[in-house]
T-cell receptor
Framework: NAGVTQTPKFQVLKTGQSMTLQCAQD?????MSWYRQDPGMGLRLIHY???????DQGEVPNGYNVSRSTTEDFPLRLLSAAPSQTSVYFC??????????????FGPGTRLTVT | KQEVTQIPAALSVPEGENLVLNCSFT??????LQWFRQDPGKGLTSLLL???SQREQTSGRLNASLDKSSGRSTLYIAASQPGDSATYLC????WGSGNTGKLIFGQGTTLQVKP
């Protein structure tokens, strides 16, 4: 299994541009999430999904959209990039059931800079 | 509001030393607690997951304990090695968030093991 994969690894955007961060998992996990990691702020939840067709907001959803058309994919869209969205973005997925209930697996991250 | 604190923020030890990393949380109503390792510029690697009904989990040289009533968890690393150098993050999944990806993270302890 490849686990949780994210593309791109690095991205530079100009203010106002839009883009999509890709996330995929091959573990058949129902639950997927997006976090951002900022110095001094730790990791914060942006959006999450409990299954295909179901998404909801986390702590810091403004400026981001998500959709979940398949179990495997959970893309994060930046609608109009702002310098405040400069961060490292992590996608994560969770199993359910048994001794590993809700153990979180993280992708390698996308480092985004908005100028 | 659930808050997670990790002390110390940084720790430097000589190789071979046994060490303890601390994590405290303010609300004992948690589903589980997870310890992660993060290497510089990399994603989060899950080390140990402790369900709320468990007291401890072990994996190799790592042992994590959980005391829900006091709101504390410790990560014990035996016979530390330079390869253990990384940031260690503690995260709790609040009770009632079982269907979400929501984890509340501490700020992390950055460990340096000197040869």
């Amino acid at each position: 299994n490849a686990g949780v994969t994210q593309t791109p690894k690095f991205q530079v955007l100009k203010t106002g541009q839009s883009m999509t961060l890709q996330c995929a998992q091959d573990m058949n996990h129902e639950y997927m999430s997006w976090y951002r990691q900022d110095p001094g702020m730790g990791l914060r939840l942006i959006h999450y999904s409990v299954g295909a067709g179901i998404t909801d907001q986390g702590e810091v959803p403004n400026g981001y959209n998500v959709s979940r058309s398949t179990t495997e994919d959970f893309p994060l869209r930046l609608l109009s990039a702002a310098p405040s969205q400069t961060s490292v973005y992590f996608c994560a997925s969770s199993v359910t059931g048994g001794q590993s209930s809700y153990e979180q697996y993280f992708g390698p991250g996308t480092r985004l800079t908005v100028t | 509001k659930q808050e997670v604190t990790q002390i110390p923020a940084a720790l430097s030890v000589p190789e071979g030393e046994n060490l303890v990393l601390n994590c405290s949380f303010t609300d004992s109503a948690i589903y589980n607690l997870q310890w992660f390792r993060q290497d510089p510029g990399k994603g989060l690697t899950s080390l140990l997951l402790i369900q709320s009904s468990q007291r401890e989990q072990t994996s190799g040289r790592l042992n994590a304990s959980l005391d829900k009533s006091s709101g504390r968890s410790t990560l014990y690393i035996a016979a530390s090695q330079p390869g253990d150098s990384a940031t260690y993050l503690c995260a709790v999944r609040p009770w009632g968030s079982g269907n979400t990806g929501k984890l509340i993270f501490g700020q992390g302890t950055t460990l340096q093991v000197k040869p």
